[in-house]
């Protein structure tokens, strides 16, 4: 029976990492070794998970300095020589151990206007929207977006400015921004560029590098920027 | 700290970082380049005394590093310009490869030149 | 500075990186040629002198420097150093008449 050597962040902003002994098995992910520490070894371990099959996001960890979804990275993957070194997510503030605070996150998606705002009544018939067109399919490559931070936790420029919205709610601003039907396109590109938005990505690529979807925000993001220029130019900005 | 190079270690990063800080040596040595060439306006004999003084292999040496800063720059960005106004294709990644491969095909071709 | 600046600075950067792809280009080609023509000072002087054509050249490179380079490093000095605001701004936009001036200079040096 072979062992990982496992150290876990234990703490908040201050803290420090607590080694353990996990024994290892055949086809075991991170969070089986996380929900190991924590229900034999370490009651006192706070983590966060929900679905454990890749659909929901909330396992989202920093896994050997890489942001992963834990439940869906087997330890073979990334155990080389048999240690693991599990911290929260970065760019977040960290409540407790593995926890960290999502409301910063939400709010900058918030704050890029991230939300649908429709022009048509109950009383109107339905849109109809091809799908084959090339901005609805600028949308369906974004859509597929869960909110688990990776990407937020994974930019660079995020660290460096603190005000910038950060690749996913940018993403989300972007699936608006070609959706035909939404009446706001206006107000959320004077609230997506500038400093604190689109134009603080240097195209690191780290978020579409790290997207357990297959998302590439940086695309959108590079879609916003053109538009952004577009609406300045013609004094619409 | 070297879990933080691993989580950087993928070829847009690397291409994002030959091109800041590239661009960041150039901008210091602008200010230089241009100061150099003024010489020749008004004081030709430094001018020449300098320009002798760029014979010199470390000169030549420090030339063919300004050389490959200028094309890794302009070959970075170049790429930034396709990434950021060619529809989006998966072979973006290539990208980063192929603008390496041309900063050091032009500087091949100025140390061949010497 | 407003989401309207921010996008026009972005143009500009972006515009004055298109014409520089083609002045540098050209610039590295003709830096190629001349060291491997072992052309020296005197020789390269009595090329350049009088020629309007690489006058009117160089005072377009020297245009699209002095809106790039400055810009370039307008996100460098926010980012590394924390310098934002209208400090910043100010000293770059001094930066790039300082390199304008400098420019000019050294193309009347070398073509007059």
């Known amino acids: 029976m072979s062992v990982l050597r496992v150290r876990v962040w234990r703490g908040g902003a201050e803290g420090a990492f607590q080694a353990f002994e996990v024994p290892r098995h055949a086809s075991q992910t991170v969070l089986d070794v996380v929900t190991h520490i924590q229900r034999v070894l370490e009651p006192a371990l706070a983590y966060r998970f929900a679905c454990r099959v890749g659909m929901c996001g909330s396992c989202a960890m920093t896994v050997n300095g890489v942001a992963r979804w834990t439940c869906r990275t087997h330890v073979d993957k990334v155990a080389a020589g048999g240690e693991l070194e599990i911290a929260p997510l970065a760019n977040l503030p960290v409540i407790r151990d593995l926890v960290t605070d999502m409301r910063e996150f939400f709010d900058k998606w918030a704050r890029a206007k991230g939300q649908f705002s429709g022009a048509r009544t109950r009383a109107d018939d339905f849109s109809r929207v091809a799908p084959q067109t090339p901005a609805r399919r600028d949308v369906d490559a974004a859509i597929e977006c869960i909110g688990c931070a990776v990407c937020y936790s994974s930019c660079d420029v995020v660290a460096w400015n603190s005000d910038y919205l950060g690749p996913a709610a940018l993403n989300r601003a972007w699936t608006l921004e070609r959706d035909e039907r939404d009446a706001a396109r206006a107000e959320r590109l004077r609230a997506i560029a500038g400093d604190a938005g689109c134009h603080a990505c240097h195209t690191h690529m780290s978020c579409s590098e790290r997207c357990p979807k297959g998302i590439a925000p940086t695309a959108g993001i590079a879609g916003l920027k053109r538009a952004a220029a577009r609406a300045a130019l013609r004094g619409e900005l | 700290m070297k879990a933080a190079l691993r989580a950087r270690n993928h070829p847009a990063y690397w291409a994002f970082l030959v091109h800041r800080v590239s661009g960041i040596l150039l901008v210091l040595y602008l200010p230089a380049h241009f100061w150099v060439l003024g010489l020749a306006l008004h004081q030709a004999a430094r001018l020449d005394a300098f320009l002798r003084w760029t014979d010199q292999p470390l000169a030549r040496f420090g030339e063919w590093g300004l050389v490959l800063l200028l094309a890794a720059h302009l070959a970075g960005g170049l790429r930034l310009l396709a990434l950021e106004f060619l529809p989006w294709r998966d072979w973006q990644k290539a990208l980063a490869a192929a603008a390496a491969a041309l900063a050091l095909v032009v500087g091949l071709a100025f140390a061949l030149a010497l | ?112």
Do not use: K
């Open chain 3, 1 to 112: 500075m407003s989401a309207r600046g921010e996008a026009l600075l972005w143009t500009a950067q972006r515009a004055s990186a298109a014409v520089l792809a083609l002045c540098v280009a050209v610039h590295l080609a003709t830096m190629i040629y001349a060291v491997h023509a072992g052309l020296g000072a005197a020789e390269i002087l009595s090329r350049t002198r009088g020629n309007a054509l690489w006058l009117g050249f160089y005072a377009l490179f020297l245009l699209a420097v002095a809106v790039h380079a400055p810009l370039g490093l307008r996100a460098v000095l926010g980012e590394w150093l924390g310098w934002r605001g209208r400090s910043r701004d100010a000293a770059l936009a001094a930066f790039a008449l300082a390199l304008a001036w400098l420019g000019a200079r050294a193309i009347l040096g070398v073509f007059l």
